[in-house]
């Protein structure tokens, strides 16, 4: 919006403006933006009704630029996440952060990364403006602590019902569902399904997924559970001792369905020829490795910019109540199946 001001017409609305039409000082103006109580309510009121009639909405991050001012972002993350991503085996979370330091960087806020073991042994968590926490190993104790902190943050691969926080997910329900309901359409039947018991709302949801579009045909799910540090190739012989005639194996991300490829093989299996695998994520090894992972693309760094946006807007103070942003997923078939 513009409006005439004494300097002229089609001028840009600013302080000064706000300040003339609420008969108060460009100072008063000031404090009321940044909250201050050094106001009485009757003037706070008349300047925000000068604002909501001018439609005039401060220049937060000039307003830092000239204080020489810039947001000091925290990330926290699992250990085994922080471990992965320095050592860039964690592909996926990889990814994430790439799309986070990108809009930071524009942003122009500074960042730094830590490990939740160590929030209570590094100085400036009290420090920081906000934080965003990564890793589907964020509990329902972390996001608690993170609550006493008082200051925003935003969840990135995970969501805990019960919780009223931002976070910024993939639909892994969505995405599995899409996957096998492709190949049951191909003629398809038995299809096992690996899942990860660990406490990640992705990881649930694409088991989910994969009942759903099972049951549509009428066909009984054949999931094993799998938890981290058990011995995969283990798990593979029973599946393929129970399920002589299986067609496919799904797992849970990956990672894992990289392993799977390679144990297959050492038990005698060909892939896709005796049985196909499919995988979940889209990382950068799925292209790699051989026979090419038929998977699920999660757009990874669009997650991690997109949640570097909401904190940047949380601490702006624009549109503070939580919001849950799901972000759709694309089924990539490749050679690790066979698309008859």
């Keep these: 919006m513009v409006i005439l001001t004494e300097e002229g017409y089609g001028l840009k609305i600013r302080t000064k403006d706000v300040a003339r039409i609420a008969n108060v000082s460009t100072a008063t103006v000031s404090r009321v933006i940044n909250g201050s109580p050094n106001v009485s309510e009757k003037t706070r009121q008349r300047v925000l009704m000068a604002i909501e009639s001018l439609n005039y909405k401060p220049d937060v991050f000039a307003k830092n630029l000239a204080k020489k001012r810039f947001y000091e972002i925290g990330i926290g993350c699992p250990d085994e996440v922080f471990k992965g991503i320095e050592s860039s085996e964690y592909q996926f979370y990889v990814k994430v952060f790439e799309g986070i330091q990108d809009y930071f960087s ?172 499919l995988g979940f994520d889209n990382i950068m090894s799925s292209i790699s490795c051989q026979p090419p992972l038929t998977t699920v693309h999660v757009p990874k760094e669009e997650m991690g910019s997109l949640a570097a946006k909401r904190l940047f807007d949380l601490l702006n103070k624009e549109d503070i109540s939580p919001v849950q942003i799901s972000l759709f997923t694309k089924v990539l078939i490749r050679e690790s199946t066979q698309f008859r």
């Design 106 to 277: 524009r942003k122009k806020c500074n960042y730094s990364i830590f490990p939740f073991s160590m929030m209570n042994e590094r100085d400036g968590i009290e420090a920081k403006d906000g934080f965003l926490l990564v890793g589907g190993g964020i509990s329902e104790e972390i996001i608690e602590k993170f609550q006493k902190i008082g200051k925003p943050f935003v969840l990135v691969d995970q969501f805990i019902s019960g919780y009223d926080v931002d976070c910024v997910i993939s639909n892994g329900f969505d995405g599995e569902y899409k996957l096998i309901k492709a190949f049951l359409e191909k003629g398809y039947r038995r299809i096992a399904y690996i899942h990860n018991t660990a406490k990640h709302f992705s990881y649930e949801q694409r088991m989910i997924g994969y009942r759903r579009a099972m049951n549509e045909k009428g066909l009984l799910p054949i999931v094993y559970d799998f938890e981290e540090g058990q011995d995969l190739k283990l798990l593979l012989k029973r599946i393929l001792n129970d399920n002589k005639d299986a067609e496919l194996i799904a797992v849970f991300e990956d990672r894992y369905a990289i392993e799977t490829i390679e144990y297959l093989r050492e038990l005698g299996k060909k892939v896709p020829e005796d049985l196909g695998v």
